[in-house]
């Protein structure tokens, strides 16, 4: 499997890779220490041709037991969300700039990201959707590259190559800072005026 360079500046969609292919070259993935406090890896979950990626932040407790990502309190918020936008799970595709939990659910560490971004990378490209939806300041400055916050970036499209990026808060920041709900719900009716407004892209339909 090659690793691409972070998605943004090739609009033809790249030589394909399947989503089982990086599955399998990840494998046990031992790459760095969150391999020793795992119970399982949480590669990703969803519709291989899906116009919308989601992308997270990493795995909490309910996501490792079960191998799967937004499985918890935070992922029964996402899926409300995703019905403001006109969506449901299966029409969309999940991952985390991590796979495996940090202990305690701390914050993941640079080398941490560093290890598994090329996973993360490879599943964008063998996606290859319109549309990346940033859930928190990792993903959003893994994605656009950028330190800014969420605060600033959010309620608003961005352009990165090919790619439409919305950056947005955290499903699960919402459970513990309440007044953020109503700005998740207000992205989540953009994305779903967004898509209704622009055809899918040839690849896509």
């Not at 499903?171 to 007044?179: D, F, I, K, T």
């Amino acid at each position: 499997m090659s690793v691409m360079h972070i998605p943004g500046h090739d609009h033809q969609r790249p030589q394909e890779v399947t989503l089982e292919e990086v599955r399998a070259v990840l494998g046990d993935c031992r790459l760095c220490p969150l391999c020793e406090t795992r119970h399982n890896i949480v590669f990703g979950v969803g519709n291989p041709n899906a116009r919308v990626m989601f992308v997270g932040e990493g795995p909490g407790k309910n996501e490792d037991l079960k191998g799967e990502p937004f499985v918890g309190a935070a992922g029964h918020n996402l899926d409300d969300l995703l019905a403001l936008a006109g969506l449901r799970r299966e029409d969309v595709y999940i991952a985390n700039v991590v796979k495996c939990r940090p202990p305690s659910n701390r914050n993941p560490r640079p080398e941490e990201i560093e290890a598994c971004s090329p996973f993360l990378r490879e599943q964008i490209r063998s996606i290859w959707p319109d549309v990346i939806v940033c859930l928190g300041n990792f993903a959003t400055h893994f994605v656009l590259r950028t330190e800014a916050g969420i605060t600033g970036l959010r309620g608003r499209m961005h352009q990165t190559g090919h790619f439409v990026v919305m950056p947005t808060f955290h499903p699960a920041a919402a459970l513990y800072h309440r007044e953020w709900q109503s700005y998740l719900d207000d992205d989540f009716r953009m994305l779903g005026r967004w898509l209704e407004e622009h055809p899918a892209s040839a690849n896509k339909r």
